[in-house]
């Protein structure tokens, strides 16, 4: 399944589908964290970025879960094969394998070029007392100065997330 911005424009949240214990094209079901062969300790590099959303919980996993409502702020192009996305910017694509997720809560992936026991995660906290919802995104880089870089690239792309939960 595959869907790029130039192609047909499908609404994140439309239609939520939920077949038991799979992964499909459109919602992300809960999936069990997977140890990784030869996974270590986290290592160093660990850092998070918080933005609160007005949205709902629903819509806004929609749009860090979906190919549909990824390629509203993350990538050009966003394809799922079983639990394996490609996103694409500019013609180029990286893969990433969810190794975690829980419907409505978070979605958690790894780089396929990137060390074993790094990740990104993409989670949604509800605050208990006033309902504020908090978009937290926690990544790893290699030095300060690449922490540096990707805190500022995900900040860019949180804004391009709020943008795109406005429209719709």
């Known amino acids: 399944f595959r869907i790029g911005k130039k192609k047909g424009k499908i609404i994140p949240g439309e239609k939520r589908i939920v077949k038991l214990e799979t992964i499909n094209h459109h919602v992300i079901k809960d999936k069990p964290i997977e140890i990784e062969k030869n996974a270590k300790a986290e290592p160093k590099g660990k850092f998070t970025v918080e933005q609160p959303i007005r949205s709902t919980v629903q819509f806004l996993y929609d749009f860090l879960s979906t190919p549909n409502g990824l390629i509203e702020w993350f990538a050009d192009e966003a394809e799922l094969n079983g639990d394996t996305y490609t996103f694409k910017w500019d013609g180029a694509a990286q893969q990433a394998k969810i190794i975690n997720a829980k419907l409505d809560s978070y979605i958690r992936m790894r780089w396929l070029d990137k060390p074993a026991g790094t990740y990104f995660e993409m989670r949604i906290d509800v605050d208990p007392i006033t309902a504020e919802?908090?978009?937290?995104?926690?990544?790893?880089?290699?030095?300060?100065?690449?922490?540096?870089?990707?805190?500022?690239?995900?900040?860019?792309?949180?804004?391009?997330?709020?943008?795109?939960?406005?429209?719709?």
């Not at 926690?138 to 949180?158: C, K, S, V, Y």
């Open 133 to 168: 919802i908090m978009l937290v995104i926690t990544d790893f880089g290699e030095n300060d100065n690449d922490i540096r870089n990707l805190r500022a690239l995900w900040e860019t792309q949180i804004q391009q997330l709020l943008k795109a939960l406005v429209t719709y």
